[in-house]
């Protein structure tokens, strides 16, 4: 693909996730639409997608690219790398969960638990959440995928070995985490939670540091591009540079730039690119601040 038409596709997918909900927000507005119950839920989900992954979809088709847009064009086979990379994740989302609620039969279930949904029954919070889930983890997984593909054309850069960006880029969102979440957590009863998460990043680091095990080479925007427009929605979810939690915003833009920086080296190996299907499966069934979604996306806070 030529430079400029890389270039143009990753700017209108990141400006749709950066700047799509204040038209989302606009719209929302409209009195035609649902306030409350199931439809009003269900319509928060299709926003959701509309910011993440239809952009990317369009695109993909618009070029003739289907799977090879999203860096998955590679052997199926190598989901099952993947699976050791659940374990990080899944292991934060209970423990992530103890913390905030205590113990709980739930914990296990992560979205489908019933949690954030009220009003609508156990079956009703049962389908949603599984609808919840199946959104935010397309969702998630098309749009990243999409920015590191488009990332490696657009911008021109060094060809790195994927060790060495993997251990830079995500050893180092896992400092400049853990630095702003003690910050963040001066003065408030945030430590734990914090600690949680940095550790659970670093530990997803280096498990997919023997997973990747490659001698191959990628450009360093391919894993550079999803990590600012990712990060830069985090900053946005959080009011910004000057109108909201700064602080907050930085230290989640952090967590889910060393998450994006996995995805993209995993995508970079070609043979265990679908390592990153199971990856991304366990960050939404168990959701945390390691999502490249802001936590916006999950009615939670980060």
Not at 19 to 33: E, K, N, R, T
Not at 89 to 111: E, H, I, P, Y
Not at 138 to 160: E, N
Not at 246 to 266: E, K, P, R
Request: aromatic fraction near 8%.
């Amino acid at each position: 693909m030529s430079r400029e038409d890389a270039r143009s596709d990753v700017i209108l997918a990141g400006a749709t996730t950066l700047f799509g909900g204040i038209v989302i927000g606009l719209l929302s507005a409209l009195p035609l639409l649902p306030r409350r119950g199931i439809a009003a839920i269900v319509l928060d989900l299709l926003w959701i997608f509309v910011l993440t992954g239809l952009v990317p979809v369009l695109l993909a088709r618009y070029r003739g690219d289907r799977l090879g847009a999203f860096g998955l064009d590679a052997p199926r086979s190598g989901w099952r790398a993947g699976l050791v990379l659940v374990v990080p994740v899944a292991l934060l989302g209970v423990l992530r969960q103890f913390v905030a609620v205590g113990a709980s039969d739930t914990a296990l279930l992560g979205r489908v638990g019933g949690a954030g949904f009220v009003g609508v029954g156990p079956v009703g919070a049962l389908l949603l959440g599984l609808l919840s889930f199946a959104v935010t983890a397309a969702g998630a997984l098309l749009l990243t995928g999409f920015l590191a593909t488009r990332g490696r054309d657009a911008f021109r850069s060094p060809d790195v070995p994927l060790t060495e960006l993997l251990r830079t880029f995500g050893i180092g969102a896992c400092g400049i985490a853990l630095v702003l979440g003690l910050l963040r957590a001066i003065g408030a009863a945030q430590l734990l939670p914090t600690l949680l998460q940095v550790a659970g990043l670093a530990v997803l680091v280096l498990v997919a540091d023997r997973v990747v095990a490659s001698r191959r080479t990628a450009p360093r925007a391919a894993v550079l591009t999803p990590v600012a427009v990712l990060a830069a929605a985090h900053v946005f979810a959080f009011g910004g540079l000057f109108r909201g939690d700064l602080l907050s915003g930085l230290y989640a833009a952090a967590l889910a730039g060393g998450t994006a920086v996995v995805a993209a080296v995993l995508l970079e190996t070609r043979d265990r690119a679908w390592a990153i299907v199971p990856l991304f499966l366990a960050l939404h069934w168990w959701p945390s601040c390691l999502s490249p979604l802001p936590m916006e996306f999950f009615a939670a806070a980060c």
